[in-house]
């Protein structure tokens, strides 16, 4: 157990639609990265928060945004669902002492399963 | 730009073998790497990582890497394989772009036979 909690833990929408998962970091971590994970494949960087603001974002288009609260839960807003938006989403909480700061470990939730019809 | 190559995408070994899963980073800069495991239906969990110093790093459940920079390689293995060890294993980049992301490979899964 992690500490990182997300939800819905699974959720169908139709193509067109808009969703948003949500994610509750670790107690004491300041960042929240989300993965998107499709199936048999390793989790794609989409971006991370890092004390409320955007500190790097992945290959993903506009429509794929986010948010974090001051009390560092995190929020992922999909808008215009596409079919290939199906997948896992992981988000991950960590705890860095800088924006810049890479050697941290990753702590993962275990995702919201969307499958866009 | 920074990447990672794991090959094999399925690996079989039988219980009490050695495990060795390949990976293989791109990084212009001196990379942070990581290994992490991922069972069925469960978020990613970290093995081990390498930062700095030592360059055999050992791990959680009797997995250890070593970080051989002439090779860029970063391999994970395991002396004895057990049943449990069954599971999706990723390696991951780490490097400061201008803004912070982890990369990982496309995952290796690793069957143990009885």
């Known amino acids: 157990e992690t500490g990182v909690t997300q939800s819905p833990t699974h959720l169908i929408k139709t193509r067109g639609q808009q969703v948003t998962l949500r994610c509750s970091s670790q107690?004491?971590?300041?960042?929240v990265s989300w993965y998107q994970q499709a199936l048999g494949q390793g989790p794609q960087f989409i971006f991370q928060?890092?004390?409320?603001?955007?500190?790097g974002r992945g290959n993903f288009p506009p429509r794929f945004s986010g948010l974090q609260f001051p009390n560092y839960s995190s929020e992922l807003n999909v808008n215009a669902l596409e079919l290939d938006d199906s997948a896992l989403y992981l988000c991950?909480?960590?705890?860095?002492?800088?924006?810049?700061?890479?050697?941290?470990?990753?702590?993962f939730g275990s995702g919201t399963q969307l499958s866009v019809l | 730009a920074q990447s990672v190559t794991q090959l094999g995408s399925h690996v079989s070994v039988s219980e009490g073998a050695l495990v060795l899963l390949r990976c293989n980073y791109s990084s212009s800069v001196p990379p942070y790497l990581f290994w992490y495991v991922q069972y069925p239906n469960q978020g990613l969990q970290l093995l081990l990582k390498?930062?700095?110093?030592?360059?055999l790093v050992k791990g959680i459940n009797g997995f250890e890497a070593e970080f051989k920079k002439s090779e860029t390689s970063f391999h994970l293995t395991k002396p004895s394989a057990h049943m449990s060890d069954a599971a999706e294993y990723f390696c991951a980049v780490s490097v400061d772009t201008g803004g912070f992301k982890t990369i990982f490979g496309a995952g290796t899964r690793l069957f143990v036979k009885a």
């Open positions: 390498y930062t700095t110093g030592a360059t």
């Open positions: 107690s004491g971590h300041n960042t």
């Open positions: 928060y890092y004390r409320e603001e955007e500190n």
């Open positions: 991950a909480s960590s705890l860095i002492d800088g924006k810049a700061a890479t050697n941290e470990k990753l702590f």
